[in-house]
T-cell receptor
Framework: EPEVTQTPSHQVTQMGQEVILRCVPISNHLYFYWYRQILGQKVEFLVSFYNNEISEKSEIFDDQFSVERPDGSNFTLKIRSTKLEDSAMYFC??????????FGEGSRLTVL | QKEVEQDPGPLSVPEGAIVSLNCTYSNSAFQYFMWYRQYSRKGPELLMYTYSSGNKEDGRFTAQVDKSSKYISLFIRDSQPSDSATYLCAMRANSGGYQKVTFGTGTKLQVIP
């Protein structure tokens, strides 16, 4: 069964460092998303991406964040200068034909 | 008022019990409804998807939607210890292909053997 894959599973970084989280969505899906879940809190929308551009973003997705699909398969989330409060699970998702989202297992980011 | 309200639990039931999980929502634009299961430190796993009022059954799971009351439910029959997880309701509006999915806070379920 096709699945969304994410790397790395866990990344530890120092505050102020740049981080890139990678995702391979389900092939033939066209809409991609990043969500964030701070430990013990709800799954929060960050950004949606279609046709090589951002289609919607939340207030969380400020200038520190960027997304791109550099090679037609990988979908990346970059955090330019990490802050302590960026520590969270980051989930990539791709959208099925009925609008349902399929999630990867997540990348756990720890900012020290 | 939050867009999606979900009782965080925890909900503790004996094995074999019928479990009822619920969400209410305030945004009448929501037309598509999903239930996800999430194990600790794992990604949400899609359980059920529905877009019409009424019931949809899949194995031990039944999703129920009442759009007039803005209320959705997930029923789990013959609950098993392996069902112990956090259950997330999620929903999105009808318009736009990229429409974001909005999640409830999740209900933590524990099924006691």
């Amino acid at each position: 069964e096709p699945e969304v894959t994410q790397t790395p599973s866990h990344q530890v970084t120092q505050m102020g460092q740049e981080v890139i989280l990678r995702c391979v969505p389900i092939s033939n899906h066209l809409y991609f998303y990043w969500y964030r879940q701070i430990l013990g809190q709800k799954v929060e929308f960050l950004v949606s991406f279609y046709n090589n551009e951002i289609s919607e973003k939340s207030e969380i997705f400020d200038d520190q964040f960027s997304v791109e699909r550099p090679d037609g398969s990988n979908f990346t989330l970059k955090i330019r200068s990490t802050k302590l409060e960026d520590s969270a699970m980051y989930f990539c998702a791709s959208r099925g034909n009925n609008g349902e989202l399929f999630f990867g297992e997540g990348s756990r980011l720890t900012v020290l | 008022q939050k867009e999606v309200e979900q009782d965080p639990g925890p909900l503790s039931v004996p094995e074999g019990a019928i479990v009822s999980l619920n969400c209410t929502y305030s945004n009448s634009a929501f037309q598509y409804f999903m239930w996800y299961r999430q194990y600790s430190r794992k990604g949400p796993e899609l359980l059920m998807y529905t877009y019409s009022s009424g019931n949809k059954e899949d194995g031990r799971f039944t999703a129920q939607v009442d759009k007039s009351s803005k209320y959705i439910s997930l029923f789990i029959r013959d609950s098993q210890p392996s069902d112990s997880a956090t259950y997330l309701c999620a929903m999105r509006a009808n318009s736009g292909g990229y429409q974001k999915v909005t999640f409830g806070t999740g209900t933590k379920l524990q099924v006691i053997p």
